[in-house]
């Protein structure tokens, strides 16, 4: 399905016709409106695009009208955050419907969990001493009523108490940091059938770090359809490392910037990563199987 037509697992070089496919607006915590993102990679140049945006669909109409407009590919998507005894969990799903009635529910529980996530954030800050409160997290949030990390940075910065959102992450709300609070909600399991019940392709995102070979092939025995190799997060090592195993087990490959907007330093820039259009055409040929 995805095994690389030279034998070579390293990084695509000369890749022309590019693609991003993990992009994020202010329907969750990105910078720019779902239009917007769509207008800036298309000015920059790429060949098909996906918006993946944290526990929500809400941009996903406004995206594709605007690519369409374009004459941009475009795959309607977005990053779930699973969590389980082993840890986190972030899967991408791909071509997903996103008026279908179960993930409405589902996204729905994750939103009020994000609020008592951050609730919790905010009491964490201030037993360190860090005065902020939960209606200054509030003014931040995404214009759907999501709450994500970022925007309890931005409120950690408006309040004077770090520079920037990266040491607020370094210092307070990064994994394994004073303040952090991890993700409480569905198992990856279920948040692969759950990709798959809104007619889409379940894919884990970044995780190259994050999970060895047998956390993926346990995903892979609960209906894993992909990896995403190509991420500002992936080294030279754990490129080869996914893209090999991805061959091994015949799994998708995907890539993307995991881009939040411009001025956004903590992850890639849009178009950073060398992924190719024959990996979107792939995907999407896979997804008009699955719909079969």
């Known amino acids: ?6 034998g070579s697992f390293e990084i695509p070089v000369d890749v022309e016709a590019r693609v991003d496919l993990h992009l994020h ?42 690519a369409d407009s374009l004459a941009l590919p ?31 529910a589902c996204l729905e529980g994750a939103q009020e969990s994000r609020v008592q996530r951050a609730a919790e954030m905010v009491e964490k800050l201030n037993r360190l001493g860090v005065g ?26 408006n309040g004077g108490w770090v520079r920037n959102h990266g040491e607020a992450f370094d210092r307070f709300i990064a994994a394994g940091q004073p303040a952090y609070v991890p993700t409480q909600r569905i198992s990856p399991a279920d948040g692969i059938r759950l990709i798959h019940a809104a007619g889409g392709l379940a894919v884990l995102a970044h995780g190259g770090k994050s999970h060895g070979d047998e956390m993926i092939r346990q995903l892979v025995d609960e209906g894993l359809d992909g990896l995403e190799t190509l991420h500002p997060d992936h080294g030279p090592f754990e490129v080869r490392r996914l893209r090999r195993l991805a061959a091994e087990l015949d799994l998708l490959e995907t890539g993307g910037s995991d881009w939040h907007g411009f001025r956004e330093a903590r992850r890639g820039q849009l178009g950073s990563q060398p992924v190719p259009y024959e990996w979107y055409e792939r995907l999407r040929d896979a997804a008009t199987r699955r719909a079969r």
């Open 132 to 157: 902020i409160t939960l209606e200054e997290v509030k003014a931040h949030m995404s214009p759907t009523g999501l709450i994500a990390r970022p925007h309890v940075a931005q409120a950690l910065v």
């Open 1 to 6: 399905m995805s095994r690389p037509a030279s």
């Open 74 to 104: 475009f795959v309607p998507g977005i990053e779930f955050s699973a969590h389980d005894d082993v840890g986190s969990t972030h899967l991408l799903g791909y071509f997903i419907d996103p008026d279908h009635a179960e993930l409405a």
């Open 25 to 66: 607006s202010n329907c969750s915590d990105g910078r720019l409106e779902p239009a917007a993102v769509i207008a800036a990679a298309e000015e920059r140049g790429l060949k098909a695009v996906s918006l993946t945006d944290h526990d929500t669909v809400a941009g996903i109409h406004a995206a594709r009208e605007a």
